[in-house]
């Protein structure tokens, strides 16, 4: 069964402290991985997608990274608006889902 | 730009009432989804179209049905509430393949 799972469920860092988030997947076929964040009270957000093992993309203190089992969200010098949580999901061939984990809450303390 | 939007944003009802979320996008989107989302257990998908007229069970569809008469509108339905319906709930449209546009959420409480 396919399956995805983030770890740690929550992180706590202090500001400019570096970290990464993990998103392990299990599936047949990746279309392509996705993470997102999400405000409390508020819908996720799009910030990258990934498509094939190797393949890295940036923006601001973010990183995603992608292998053929997980992908990794690294975080470099965070700061306070930084805390939010972050979702992986997989887009698989033959579907039209896309399958999420159960996220990761971010707490970045000044 | 209004994107997705949802409407109600908050409900409460009452075991065994009925009520409607509206969903509706102005990005000319074919994909739309409902997403319900609980502590500790993400987005789950309801159900989902593909394009007006079509609708396919997702992940956890009982209890709710939907429909897309209109490309920009997906409606979920709950005939007969029941307490573990109890969630917010998310409506999400995208091109095939392409990243989700989700609306703000509406947060249903079932007594």
């Known amino acids: 069964e396919d399956q995805v799972t983030q770890s740690p469920e929550a992180l706590r860092l202090q500001e400019g402290e570096s970290s990464s988030l993990n998103c392990s997947y299990t599936v047949s076929g990746l279309r392509g991985l996705f993470w997102y964040r999400q405000d409390p009270g508020k819908g996720p957000e799009f910030l990258f997608t990934l498509y094939s093992a190797g393949e890295e993309k940036e923006k601001e203190r973010l990183k995603a990274t992608l292998t053929k089992k997980e992908s990794f969200l690294h975080i470099t010098a965070p700061k306070p608006e930084d805390s939010a949580t972050y979702l992986c999901?997989?887009?698989?061939?033959?579907?039209?889902?896309?399958?999420f984990g159960a996220g990761t809450r971010l707490t970045v303390k000044p | 730009n209004a994107g997705v939007t949802q409407t109600p944003k908050f409900r409460v009802l009452k075991t065994g009432q009925s009520m409607t979320l509206l969903c509706a996008q102005d990005?000319?989107?074919?994909?739309m989804y409902w997403y319900r989302q609980d502590p500790g257990m993400g987005l789950r998908l309801i159900h989902y179209?593909?394009?007006?007229?079509?609708?396919a069970k997702g992940e956890v569809p009982d209890g709710y049905n939907v429909s897309r008469l209109k490309k920009q509108n997906f409606l979920l339905g709950l005939e007969s509430a029941a307490p573990s319906q109890t969630s917010v709930y998310f409506c999400a449209s995208n091109l095939a393949a392409g990243e989700l546009f989700f609306g703000e959420g509406s947060r249903l409480t079932v007594l």
């Open positions: 990005m000319n989107h074919e994909y």
């Open positions: 999901a997989v887009y698989r061939y033959n579907n039209n889902d896309m399958r």
């Open positions: 179209s593909v394009g007006e007229g079509t609708t």
